[in-house]
């Protein structure tokens, strides 16, 4: 079975710019979750979606969001990047919410010059 | 809220040698109770997890750790470890009112010396 796919895995953008972010979770799974893992604030959750629902989100500004599609996948929007964005971007995802084990993609590398 | 430390940023161990990697969580409540690893430029995989039952974890890997609730604690261990265990560990913390929402400590880096 395929793991958790991310794209793109690296990204450089410049401050101001918008960027979007995609994941696509296990098969079958339908809970996704993203964190953001910075050296300075370590990993970080972002949110949570379920059955397109948003269920949670971590105390990030209002820059930062996300969806996820009838078919699981989700993606996250950021917009008007900052330095303080550059991050890897992790994507988890497991067969539904209330800590269910979840699988890790390898993340996206974001950069913002 | 829930809340994770890892005290040691880095540990050194030679090739051989048992590890203990520390874990204190703060949380009122039984908590959900994971270990997972990061090798560079990888995501991060599951090594255990704890959500209720036997207080002595085994995982992957040949990593085990054990729940101690009078210590707030989940300490990962391994009795010898392998070159191939150099990585980062990750401590996290999940409840059962938060869906999947997971409060990481801010990691082991271990080094293993030959």
């Known amino acids: 079975k395929a793991g958790v796919t991310q794209t793109p895995r690296y990204l450089i953008k410049t401050r101001g710019q918008q960027v979007t972010l995609s994941c696509s979770p296990i098969?079958?799974?339908?809970?996704v979750s993203w964190y953001q893992q910075t050296p300075g604030q370590g990993l970080q959750f972002l949110f949570e979606?379920?059955?397109?629902?948003?269920?949670n989100k971590g105390n990030f500004p209002g820059r930062f969001s996300g969806r996820q599609f009838s078919n699981s996948r989700s993606e996250m929007n950021v917009s008007t990047l900052e330095l303080g964005d550059s991050a890897l971007y992790l994507c988890?995802?497991?067969?539904?919410?209330?800590?269910?084990?979840?699988?890790f993609g390898p993340g996206t590398r974001l950069t913002v010059l | 809220a829930q809340s994770v430390t890892q005290p040691d940023i880095h540990i050194t161990v030679s090739e051989g040698a048992s590890l203990e990697l520390r874990c204190n969580y703060s949380y009122g409540a039984t908590p959900y109770l994971f270990w997972y690893v990061q090798s560079p430029g990888q995501g991060l995989q599951l090594l255990l997890k704890y959500f209720s039952g036997d207080t002595l974890v085994q995982g992957i890997k040949g990593f085990e750790a054990e729940f101690k609730r009078s210590q707030s604690s989940f300490n990962l261990r391994k009795p010898s470890v392998h070159w191939s265990d150099a990585a980062e560990y990750f401590c996290a913390v999940g409840t059962n009112n938060a869906g999947n929402m997971l409060t990481f400590g801010g990691g082991t880096r271990l080094m293993v010396k030959p």
């Open positions: 098969s079958g799974h339908r809970s």
């Open positions: 988890a995802s497991s067969l539904r919410p209330n800590t269910d084990t979840q699988y």
């Open positions: 979606y379920f059955s397109e629902t948003q269920r």
